[in-house]
Structure formats: C-alpha cells, structure tokens
C-alpha cells in the first residue's frame, strides 16, 4: 500500500521559511511524480507544486513561484518542499500526493493525484 507522511508544518511569521518533507513507505518513490497541494479553511484544495519522477521537471503554482522549491531525494524517499517569504496567504493544510500518470506530473486538480498523505498545518502569522 503506498504511504505518504508529511511533516515540517508549523507556526511562522510573514517572511519566514518552513521546509516541508513528503515521505514513502511500503513503495519506492522514485517511479513516480509527487504533487504538493494545500487547503485552507472553507477553501478548495489547490495545487502547489510537482517534480517529476528523476526531478528533471517541476512546475509551481503562480502564487509560490520564486518563493517556494520542490526537490527530492530518492535515495532517502523523501521529497521536500522548501518555503520561502512566507505569506498569511500561505496559510493552510499541506499535502502531497502520487500522480497519476508515473513519472511524469499529470494535471494540476487534486483528482489527477492519489495515495495522499494526512497533512501538515502551516500557519504563517505574526
């Protein structure tokens, strides 16, 4: 069964940074492209980021990009979110997830992705 477990969350203030982990167990996680997503209160799921399998292609939502950067690690079967300049806006519940489509990152909605882990709260606040 394949598990994802993020970790990393936490309290920030404006400006701070957070480096989100994604790992894998019971699968290797290097056959497949993981996506980020987050979903704040009484909000949609919205995508975030994804890396393609070897890490070759990343994409990044327009509201994270030159702030955030998505990397893997798959001899460790880790895939890391780093989050920079962090914004209120940023606030919210981050998950990440399996794509679809193996190796490559399939489409941007939560339904093109599976396997999701529990989540991890970011709160950026001051």
């Known amino acids: 069964q394949l598990q994802l477990v993020e970790s990393g969350g936490g309290l920030v203030q404006p400006g701070g940074s957070l480096r989100l982990s994604c790992a894998a167990s019971?699968?290797?996680?290097?056959?497949?492209?993981i996506g980020w997503f987050r979903q704040a209160p009484g909000k949609e799921r919205e995508g975030v980021s994804c890396?393609?399998?070897?890490?070759?292609?990343?994409n990044y939502a327009d509201s994270v990009k030159g702030r955030f950067t998505l990397s893997r690690d798959n001899a460790k079967n880790t895939v890391y979110l780093q989050m920079n300049s962090l914004k209120p806006e940023d606030t919210g519940v981050y998950y990440c997830?399996?794509?679809?489509?193996?190796?490559?990152?399939?489409?941007?909605?939560?339904?093109?992705?599976?396997?999701w882990g529990q989540g991890t709260q970011v709160t950026v606040s001051s």
């Open positions: 890396i393609s399998r070897r890490g070759g292609s990343t």
């Open positions: 019971g699968f290797t996680l290097d056959y497949y492209a």
């Open positions: 997830a399996v794509g679809k489509a193996g190796g490559s990152c399939p489409g941007e909605t939560p339904s093109d992705f599976g396997s």
